[in-house]
T-cell receptor, first 113, second 109 residues
Framework: EAGVTQFPSHSVIEKGQTVTLRCDPI?????LYWYRRVMGKEIKFLLH????????ESGMPNNRFLAERTGGTYSTLKVQPAELEDSGVYFC???????????FGPGTRLTVL | QQQVKQSPQSLIVQKGGISIINCAYE??????FPWYQQFPGKGPALLIA?????SEKKEGRFTISFNKSAKQFSLHIMDSQPGDSATYFC????????FGKGTKLSVIP
């Protein structure tokens, strides 16, 4: 069974540019989550999809972040325009049950210069 | 406001020793407490988890001890091996997971 995949693994962009991160969850997992870890800090929840619907987006830092999950399969997280404080590792996770047994992808390391 | 506090930040243990990582939480509504293990370049992987109605759960060399009254839980790794060297995160679930800051464990031969 394929795990959660994320693309790209690394992204280096300049302040003001746009970046789009992609996550492919485990097949059959209706629940998809985005998290972010800033260096040395805790992994922080950003948002949660159930199929194509946003169930909880309370962790999204501001309106420069836009997440979509068209068709209830893969998800994208767009940051536009990127700021220096957006640097960190963005993780995607998926699960069958809400909040339980979440399987994480390898993450995308975003560096904003 | 950090709802899950994890300690220590880093830990060095001799091979064969016991590694102990502690977490404390504030919200008594949390209903599920997982531990994740992360190796460099990989995502966190679920290691073991416990519900608050259980005081201890053991899976192989890994044990969670849970103290509901103290609002604390801990991960014990028995007979620690160099392959256990990784970053460990505790977490707690209300609707979503709230993570601790992580503990970098190094097991030296």
């Amino acid at each position: 069974e394929a795990g959660v995949t994320q693309f790209p693994s690394h992204s280096v962009i300049e302040k003001g540019q746009t970046v789009t991160l992609r996550c492919d969850p485990i097949s059959g997992h209706d629940n998809l989550y985005w998290y972010r870890r800033v260096m040395g800090k805790e992994i922080k929840f950003l948002l949660h999809f159930v199929k194509e619907s946003k169930q909880d987006e309370s962790g999204m830092p501001n309106n420069r972040f836009l997440a979509e999950r068209t068709g209830g399969t893969y998800s994208t997280l767009k940051v536009q325009p990127a700021e220096l404080e957006d640097s960190g590792v963005y993780f995607c996770a998926s699960s069958q049950e809400i909040g339980l047994r979440q399987f994480f992808g390898p993450g995308t390391r975003l560096t904003v210069l | 406001q950090q709802q899950v506090k994890q300690s220590p930040q880093s830990l060095i243990v001799q091979k064969g020793g016991i590694s102990i990582i502690n977490c404390a939480y504030e919200n008594t509504a949390f209903d599920y407490f997982p531990w994740y293990q992360q190796f460099p370049g990989k995502g966190p992987a679920l290691l073991i988890a416990i519900r608050p109605d259980v005081s201890e759960k053991k899976e192989g060399r890994f044990t969670i001890s849970f103290n509901k009254s103290a609002k604390q839980f801990s991960l014990h790794i028995m007979d620690s091996q160099p392959g256990d060297s990784a970053t460990y995160f505790c977490a707690a679930r209300l609707y979503q997971l709230t993570f601790g800051k992580g503990t970098k464990l190094s097991v030296i031969p």
